[in-house]
């Protein structure tokens, strides 16, 4: 294994029957990285992480974490922590007396329990709040135990399951910075499993986007947003404007008319803009196309403007309001155009 990788993944597999939750997946993740599994429900992602955590055994292939093989080992055995969606406090117990727990159970001398408690506490800023029981806290206040009980152990790899899911979109927010701030403090190596592409921009320096069981890109999370490998990607990450056209030679030929005309076409193919790569009334010469507007939505700095192509096809444009002249009006016609270098073709399938 590269002697940079923390955690590497060989062909791990998890079916259940026929099944496939896990394809045969290779990952390589670096020590330090703040690592997101990124996909739609049902993808695969959190049995994914349970086996690197020890929770669910590989049906196939090796988890290497530090150099060593621990795909046979218990999560106790493993050199991770994990933090569950649903916290897993321990109810009868203070927020000191949660967080000290693991280091009980192996039996470290008091006095060295109670600093690293304090230091935790003050880590996550909880230290007010020592002695409150678990059942007195917050959403957010027992996600911050969770996290301190989970790193008092410092595991090599942290495995967060979807930790922020049960916590309001402001605190959400909130816990976004202080999961950053306390990845740069520890920096320590952590892996994130999230269906909120936003949750996962923000937070994480390299992304793995799964569907139906496989890794079908990994990069940074700008790498994913500018070149994303496929259609079902590109919507994922960011909003993005898939519009299906044809080839035929050198040319790509967009819009309905050019969909039904069946001369010389080598094949479909879709084009994907972002919303922002659209611009009203383009020069001349720029591909471009006629839609009617459907919606206009102003934002203060920038306008929302909802289009539709003549055979339904929907188009988003991101405008800057103050260099818009005149806003467009619902039911109207405009001509959208963009810069063809900008432009990315997908091949369809
Ligand atoms: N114990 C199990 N027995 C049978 N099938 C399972 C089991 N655990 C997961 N699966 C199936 O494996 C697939 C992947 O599940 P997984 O929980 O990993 O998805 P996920 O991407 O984490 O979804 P979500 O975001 O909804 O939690 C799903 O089709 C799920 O139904």
Same mark, same amino acid.
């Given at each position: 294994?590269?002697?940079? +990788?923390?955690?590497?993944?060989?062909?791990?597999?998890?079916? *259940?029957?026929?099944?496939?939750?896990?394809?045969? $997946?290779?990952?390589?993740?670096?020590?330090?990285?703040?690592?997101?599994?990124?996909?739609?429900? #049902?993808?695969? &992602? $959190?049995?994914?992480?349970?086996?690197? #955590?020890?929770?669910?055994?590989?049906?196939?292939?090796?988890?290497? %974490?530090? !150099?060593?093989?621990?795909?046979?080992?218990?999560?106790?055995?493993?050199?991770?922590?994990?933090?569950?969606?649903?916290?897993?406090?321990?109810?009868?117990?203070?927020?000191?007396?949660?967080? +000290?727990?693991?280091?009980?159970?192996?039996?470290?001398?008091? =006095?060295?329990?109670?600093? =690293?408690?304090?230091?935790?506490?003050?880590?996550?800023?909880?230290?007010?709040?020592?002695?409150?029981? =678990?059942?007195?806290?917050?959403?957010?206040?027992?996600?911050?135990?969770?996290?301190?009980? +989970?790193?008092?152990?410092?595991? &090599?790899?942290?495995?967060?399951?979807?930790?922020?899911?049960?916590?309001?979109? &402001?605190?959400?927010?909130?816990?976004?910075?202080?999961?950053?701030?306390?990845?740069?403090? %520890? #920096?320590?190596?952590?892996?994130?499993?999230?269906?909120?592409?936003?949750?996962?921009?923000?937070?994480?320096?390299?992304?793995?986007?799964?569907?139906?069981?496989?890794?079908?890109?990994?990069?940074?999370?700008?790498?994913? *947003?500018?070149?994303?490998?496929?259609?079902?990607?590109?919507?994922?990450? /960011?909003?993005?404007?898939?519009?299906? /056209?044809? @080839?035929?030679? !050198?040319? %790509?030929?967009?819009?309905?008319?050019?969909?039904?005309?069946?001369?010389?076409?080598?094949?479909?193919?879709? %084009?994907?803009? @972002?919303?922002?790569?659209?611009?009203?009334?383009?020069?001349? !010469? +720029?591909?471009?196309?006629?839609?009617?507007?459907?919606?206009?939505?102003?934002?203060?700095?920038?306008?929302?403007?909802?289009?539709?192509?003549?055979?339904?096809?929907?188009?988003?444009?991101?405008?800057?309001?103050?260099?818009?002249?005149?806003?467009?009006?619902?039911? !109207?016609?405009?001509?959208?155009?963009?810069?063809?270098?900008?432009?990315?073709?997908?091949?369809?399938?």
């Amino acid at each position: 294994m590269p002697p940079d +990788a923390l955690l590497r993944l060989d062909g791990v597999t998890r079916r *259940y029957g026929d099944h496939v939750a896990v394809a045969p $997946t290779d990952l390589s993740i670096q020590a330090g990285d703040f690592f997101a599994i990124l996909g739609p429900s #049902g993808c695969g &992602k $959190t049995t994914l992480l349970r086996m690197i #955590g020890g929770f669910v055994a590989p049906s196939a292939g090796t988890v290497w %974490i530090d !150099g060593a093989d621990v795909t046979r080992l218990g999560p106790e055995r493993r050199p991770s922590g994990m933090v569950f969606q649903n916290y897993g406090l321990f109810q009868h117990m203070t927020v000191r007396q949660n967080i +000290a727990y693991g280091l009980k159970l192996r039996r470290e001398p008091r =006095a060295r329990i109670d600093a =690293a408690v304090d230091e935790m506490m003050d880590l996550v800023h909880l230290r007010h709040l020592a002695d409150r029981p =678990a059942p007195q806290l917050s959403g957010g206040q027992r996600q911050r135990v969770a996290l301190a009980r +989970a790193l008092i152990l410092k595991p &090599k790899v942290l495995l967060l399951d979807e930790p922020l899911a049960a916590l309001d979109l &402001k605190l959400r927010k909130t816990m976004h910075g202080e999961l950053r701030a306390l990845h740069q403090a %520890i #920096g320590g190596t952590f892996i994130l499993v999230s269906h909120d592409q936003s949750e996962v921009m923000t937070l994480a320096d390299r992304v793995a986007v799964m569907d139906g069981g496989r890794i079908v890109q990994e990069g940074s999370p700008r790498d994913i *947003y500018t070149k994303p490998a496929d259609a079902f990607v590109s919507t994922f990450i /960011g909003e993005a404007n898939v519009i299906p /056209g044809i @080839r035929r030679g !050198g040319r %790509i030929d967009l819009g309905p008319d050019a969909r039904l005309d069946h001369a010389g076409r080598d094949g479909p193919v879709n %084009i994907m803009l @972002r919303p922002e790569q659209m611009e009203l009334d383009p020069p001349s !010469g +720029a591909p471009s196309l006629e839609a009617s507007v459907v919606d206009l939505i102003f934002l203060g700095p920038f306008t929302h403007l909802h289009c539709a192509l003549d055979d339904g096809v929907r188009l988003l444009v991101h405008l800057e309001s103050r260099k818009l002249a005149t806003f467009p009006a619902p039911g !109207g016609r405009v001509r959208l155009g963009w810069n063809p270098s900008e432009q990315l073709v997908l091949d369809a399938p």
